[in-house]
């Protein structure tokens, strides 16, 4: 059986597991909190990470600190894990889905710049409205789908000039980089996932990266219920969350993230003997744009544009068939019950990559079963 994606321990889980335990500290107090917020901090380059129960937490926190509010409207893709679209609800504002482009399967620059120049207004205030429902557009949520940066770069200097705050949901793109920079730096901050099934897993979990350092400490304080530090009584300056990440998920985390060199050399030789099974078959591999690294999260195939959806979904049966538990990409949001009332541009790449995009088995240690044959035990 080859599942999707499994978690690899291949470092100290067990010991640093076991004196977490031993210590006591397995909750909402102890180190491994601290220097997995620093490990982060070294990996990613941000000035402050902030650990917390999920990524789904850490985008809904995200969007409040930014100004996110009761009625307002977050720009999202469609095209992405149903808890984006979550967390814009958890934060009290509606979605409203745009296209994705083809090459990273990112939110697409061109349609963010269309819908704020057609569909929005700018009233006396600066305040972007749009105009079917009245509501204001109050941020930008860009992903980095399967590990790939989406041009997140180019998103920040249009929000930027709008005066609309971009959050990046990064939750599949720890050390995925553009240039130099780590994916989730590029807006006012960025949400990772520490899910099971995400490239570092705590069990669950998640972080907040900013290079806003003041940001960051707001989002510690409202993320352990807002108390001022008194050796004694209960004072919270605001309402909060209680989101802090247990010790004991911590612990598992710093033992991962010390083991993520390996962990990525192990990923890209898993996509590497993808890309060479599926050479002169029609179909493609998704890509890590020129100019940025991918962390090989998901391998993505593209199938050919004139596929429908039951052919992919013949593929996929028979993949299942052979125990290979290929997994079809998401059905876009706005195609869920929940999101059906969404405002959305045209989503034409969207519908033609949910009938294309299908993921392919990647959990790190398949390149380490039988001795060096990679592309054999895969295919
Ligand atoms: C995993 C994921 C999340 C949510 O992370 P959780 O830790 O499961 O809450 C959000 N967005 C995307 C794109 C994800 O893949």
Known sequence: MYPLHEPTFSGREQELVRDCLESTFVSSVGAYVDEMERELERLTGAARAVVVVNGTAAIEVSLRVVGVGPGDLVITPSLT?????????????????????AESLGLDPQQLRDFLGSACQKDADGRWIHQASGRRVAAVVAVHIFGNPAHVDTLAAICDEAGIPLVEDAAESLASRIGDVHTGLFGRCGAVSFNGNKIVTTGGGGALL???DALGERVKHL?????????????HTEWAYNYRMPNLNAALGVAQMRDLPGLLERKARVHQAWLEAFEGSGATLLEARPGTTANHWLAALVLPASTTLEQR??????????????????????????????PRGSLEVTASMHRRVVNLPSTAHL?????????????
């Open 313 to 342: 979904n013949a593929l996929l049966d028979a993949a299942c068939d052979e125990r290979i538990l290929c997994r079809p990409i998401w059905v876009p949001l706005h195609q869920l019950p929940a999101f059906a009332d969404a």
């Open 210 to 212: 900013t290079m806003d």
């Open 367 to 379: 390149v380490d079963s039988s001795a060096g044959s990679s592309a054999s035990s895969v295919s």
């Open 81 to 101: 894990f149903v808890a984006t679209a979550n967390a814009i609800r958890h934060a009290g504002a509606v979605p409203a889905f745009l296209d994705v482009e």
């Open 223 to 235: 993320t352990t219920t807002a108390k001022r530090p008194h050796r004694w009584e209960y004072w």
